[in-house]
């Protein structure tokens, strides 16, 4: 199927979301549609989609214009969608979710669901192009990657010729996005074509057969797969974009943040924090990876005050577990919340009085009863210039900006106070390439002025980039804290719980690496990892940090990286 | 300024708030002339007729519905053929001032994302403690009303606060804890009306003691004897409840607490404090209501009685939601809803045959309807979808119209 979207324009007020957009997606390729928060990617998709009805524009599908006013629509003209939130029923199986809507029934509209022909057609069209699916499986026990391949599956159960996949990568592991890209590949294969939704340089450069770049709502032109990142990034922003986080490296201080046994349940009353030791020290970045779920929120949860826990965390020698979340930021916290929509801003408040949700009730802004109006005003209005945020004015509420201002927003709020930690969950999510830099600058600076900053993210890229030191978490552990110059493959193999061996024989590859510390950071962190070969309490805490780097990094080749983290800070810094 | 007033002539067309309000009132205007039109027997069999006589019909519904709202606004505004020309709106005036905290009460607690169901117990409850200082103590005269009113502030508060407590720190939800509150008043009032420490010796019915002449509100001299004090407090109370929501911290932590909790509880906002502290509020508000029923000059006998409630708590509800939860919205709101019971009680009087004053609870009931289902009253009128401030062109597929950002909106958030 040949798709053509000619002159489509959508405007919202007074802002053209997209405008005389023009995209053709031929039979059997996979079509990267690139582009900023903001951009009008999903604008566009929508519309597509028949969720939004464009100002002007045709879609012509096969030669033929048509006009969709309901998904429902676009479905029959053989367009299906995979959205970034999954439109799965949790408690429904497989095999349910993919006949809702469609439900083949034996003896009327109020007779017996036919399971067994839903089941059947599940497997067909599953084995039919490579995507495994359980039929019988309840959809909330999946893990996030098979979930979304319930998804492709239902869309090619509805004859989908066209798939749209809105940032699908978003909440994938490395490994998943790997399979991910395997299956697209598939589907190209059978002759459907794909519309990818990102933002991700390299994922773009690694499937896709043609670019189509979107800038403010204008196609700004379209690019080979052969691109080189910087390149991409440049067309995308529009201006010269620096990848790669520039930063000197440092000595880290003394130990700011102290964390001992710490053990935290989730929302269920499992365990999701499952006795986690760590040091954070000043001027240093330690980078937390993980798959989404594995005891990253809790721990930021814990750390902040928003969640109970057991074991101790020390800031600069004050208890932070058992505190309020007022007692913690009052002790100088600076937090950006993992989830911005949810934890990070109220919606309804314009952007100056979200800017000091968290000291709104301290000097200038406001005492024990009067709120300062215009000093928060002013606030307001010099962080907006200052975190180029892009909004009318700072009495615009939070809640009508595009999601990567929303998240300057947090960031702003977060790095204003002058933190004395700094503890950011997925600092860039949602963020376009330029924002992201920016960001990323910013985190660095509070870095060199020598506090002490933990970055949770799901982006390997990010945690990379901005870490001095990476601490990955499965299943409510640290099961390894390891250098920033650490392969993505062993960090995802990490990531997975991989075994030991695994992880090791990934780690031959870096081994090289790790054993020439190129700085004082990296002999720390590589001390670290060696600790734990020795017996791990009885090691002298001096003789660890004090042997030559050449002693310590040869010791952290030898050393099984797997081991728990949390004895191996405990021995070297106790 | 003059661009401002562009962008709010504007926003008028469009399906704003003040718009909706006003064309619900309108809507509900019309409704209530039909059901005028079916109260009335003879009308109908004129009706029955209409194709050999249209006129009759006609004219005969068009003068019914007329005199009705004639009479009405005769009864609420004012009345050319009276001696006090004014008096009518001194009476709505009166019957606007309890409601004036009752939906204070409410929009107060429903910003901090809390539905103070409650009004009924914590009115009750209000007016036990303030009827007992009333008639038990002796003091002069303006010592003792202002005992009384701190009496009713601290009994609507008591109740209002548990409810809060119990939502803090047992997770109990408000809406069902104070539905079994408003149970719990009423049996206790019930009882405590016939202990000897309230009831009336004297008197056979279920009734107090009356509180004493020293207890009663003092009246401002106008036209209408019942006009009191407790108009100063209404009015003290909106802006004192404007105040509190846009100026204070504690206003900033209940609204950001009513828009996202969770992000309120991230930046350090005690929940649970604020929520004790919102239904705090809201009780004192509604203990006021309990002062102006018992110490006001309306009620003859200054007593509690088993129905002194008289519904105000629930009324209190539409009244906010009508007043879109704005103090000075809840005022206007309050003021429409005095001038309705004001009017339908003349229009009953006044109408032949009667025109009931049920007339005009329906009207009440549909303005809150419509007011709730804006989108009908944007379908009905065919107005154009409200401008959104800014597009948020990509993220969740979002619907257009959900973002409430006119100048007309932002005009009314002013006030």
Sequence with gaps: MRLELRGI???????????????????????????????????????????????????????????????????????????????????????????????????????????????????????????????????????????????????????????????????????????????????????????????????????????????????????????????????????????????????????????????????????????????????????????????????????????????????????????????????????????????????????????????????????????????????????????????ESERTPAGALSGGNQQKVVVARALQRDPSLLIASQPTRGVDVGAMEFIHKRIIEQRDAGKPVLIVSTELDEITALSDRIAVMYRGKIVGIVPPDTSNEELGLLMAGGSGDEAEAAAETDAEAVAEPTSETDAEAAGEIEAPAEPAAETPAEASTEKSAEESAEAAARAPEREPADQSSESADE | MSDRLKRILAGIGSANTVTVTVLAFVLSVVIGGVLMILSDQHLLSEWGYFFQHPTDALSGSWDKVANGYTAMFHGAVYDPHAKQALRPIENTIVDATPLVFAGLAVALPFRAGLFNIGGQSQLIIGAVCATWVGFSISAPMPLHVLLVIIAGIIGGALVGGLTGLLKARFGAHE???????????????????????????????????????????????????????????????????????????????????????????????????????????????????????????LSASHAMTTTLDNGIGFTGITVALLGRGKPVGVALAALLFGALDAGGVAMEAATTPTVPHDVVTVVQAVIVVFVAAPKLVQEIFRLRDVRRGEASGSGTGAAPSVAPATAVDSAAEAV
């Excluded at chain 1, 004859?159 to 749209?164: G, K, N, P, R």
């Excluded at chain 1, 294969?189 to 340089?201: D, E, N, R, Y």
């Excluded at chain 1, 043609?210 to 201006?239: D, K, Q």
């Excluded at chain 2, 509100?217 to 909106?238: D, M, Q, R, Y």
Aim: aromatic fraction near 4%.
């Design chain 1, 9 to 391: 324009t959508k405007t919202f007020g007074s802002v053209a979301a997209n405008s005389a957009i023009d995209l053709t997606v031929e039979p059997g390729e996979i079509h990267c549609l690139l582009g900023e928060n903001g951009a009008g990617k999903s604008t566009l998709m929508n519309i597509l989609y028949g969720l939004l009805t464009p100002d002007s524009g045709q879609i012509v599908v096969d030669g033929e214009t048509r006009e969709f006013t309901s998904p429902g629509d676009a479905i029959k003209a053989g367009i299906g969608m995979v959205h970034q939130h999954f439109m799965l029923v949790p408690v429904f199986t497989v095999a349910e979710n993919l006949v809702l809507g469609n439900e083949e029934s034996r003896g009327g509209p109020l007779g017996w669901l036919d399971r067994r022909k839903a089941k059947a057609d599940v497997k067909e069209v599953s084995a039919r192009y490579g995507l495994p699916v359980d039929p019988e499986a309840l959809v909330e026990d999946l893990p996030v990657g098979v979930q979304q391949r319930v998804e492709i599956v239902k869309a090619l159960m509805r004859d989908a010729e066209v798939l749209i996949l809105d940032e699908p990568t978003a909440v994938l592991t490395p490994q998943e996005t790997e399979e991910l890209f395997t299956v697209m590949r598939g589907l190209k294969a059978a002759g459907k074509s794909v519309v990818f939704i990102t933002h991700k340089l390299n994922e773009v450069r690694a499937i896709a057969d043609r670019i189509t770049v979107i800038r403010r709502g204008t196609v700004v032109g379209s690019a080979e797969p052969t691109a080189s990142a910087r390149e991409l990034a440049s067309l995308m922003v529009g201006r010269d974009v620096r990848l790669v986080v520039e930063k000197e490296p440092r000595e880290p201080g003394e130990v700011a943040l102290s964390v001992r046994d710490l053990k935290v349940t989730d929302d269920r009353g499992f365990l999701a924090v499952d006795d986690v030791s760590f040091d954070l020290h000043a001027g240093e970045v330690l980078g937390v990876a993980g798959v989404q779920g594995n005891g990253q929120t809790e721990l930021v949860e814990a750390l902040t005050g928003l969640r109970a826990a057991t074991g101790s965390a020390e800031l600069f020698g004050r208890q932070l577990v058992g505190a309020s979340p007022r007692a913690v930021l009052r002790q100088g916290l600076g937090h950006v919340p993992e989830d911005r929509q949810h934890d990070g801003l109220v919606p309804d408040f314009s952007i100056a009085e979200n800017l000091v949700l968290d000291q709104f009730d301290k000097k200038p802004f406001g005492g024990l009863l009067t709120l300062d109006l215009d000093a928060i005003a002013k606030n307001g209005a010099d962080r907006l210039a200052e975190f180029d945020i892009r909004a």
């Design chain 2, 175 to 297: 809406v069902i804890s104070s539905i079994m509150l408003n149970n719990i008043a009423l049996g206790v009032l019930a009882w405590l009306i016939k202990t000897k420490a309230f009831h009336d010796p004297n008197r056979q019915d279920a009734i107090s003691k009356p509180v004493k002449d020293t207890a009663l509100l003092p009246a401002i001299h106008g036209s209408s004897p019942e006009l009191n004090f407790s108009t100063v407090l209404a009015i003290l109370a909106v802006l004192l409840v404007w105040w509190v929501m846009s100026r204070s911290t504690l206003g900033f932590r209940l609204r950001a607490l009513g828009s996202n909790p969770d992000a309120a509880r991230t930046a350090g906002i005690s929940v649970s404090r604020n929520q004790v502290y919102a239904m705090l509020l809201a009780g004192a508000l509604m203990g006021l209501v309990a002062v102006t029923q018992i110490s006001g000059t």
